[in-house]
């Protein structure tokens, strides 16, 4: 693009020029028909912001707190797998990025970034992702150490029983790097969609 991005959808356009392909895909894909996917495009343009006309906006003040931790704005950033594929720091320059907001990262568990490297690297307040595993243990583990970091919430998230297939990924031949979290507790390789 000649010029700086002025909305969402022109970043997705400099991500599309500046990632290789197979990572692109991956970060726009979803699995199998994508249906999920495109309804929550759809919903998210469904939502419409109301303007509030003839109200004094000389002083605007979006801070809130979000279970009990101070944030600037009503906005967290989501917990979302592998930032090293766009990134060299991965999840630590999104940590930066949210420490500079001011504003809440929620820490994927498939992060390519330990818990304890994002925490070392700056201030931002953390939540952290986590699934219950079939080995209680590990989830036990990863809690806490989430909570030794100074996390300040779980995310606890049970919309995956079990990965869904990646068809672009498949296609792809998709390697992604390794789930750092989860190094030396179990296989942590990540082909195609399964972990």
Known sequence: MAREPVNVNEFQELARQALPKMYYDYYTGGAEDQHTLKENVESFRRIIIRPRILVDVSKIDMSTTIL???????IMIAPTAMHKLAHLEGEVATARGAAACDVIMGLSYMS???????????NAVRFFQIYVYKRRDITALMVHRAEKNGFGAIILTADTPRLGRREADIKNKMIAPQLKNFEGLISTEYVSGGC
């Open 112 to 122: 390519t970034c330990t818990v304890e490297e994002v925490a070392s690297s700056c």
């Open 68 to 74: 009990g931790h101070k944030t600037s704005a009503p």
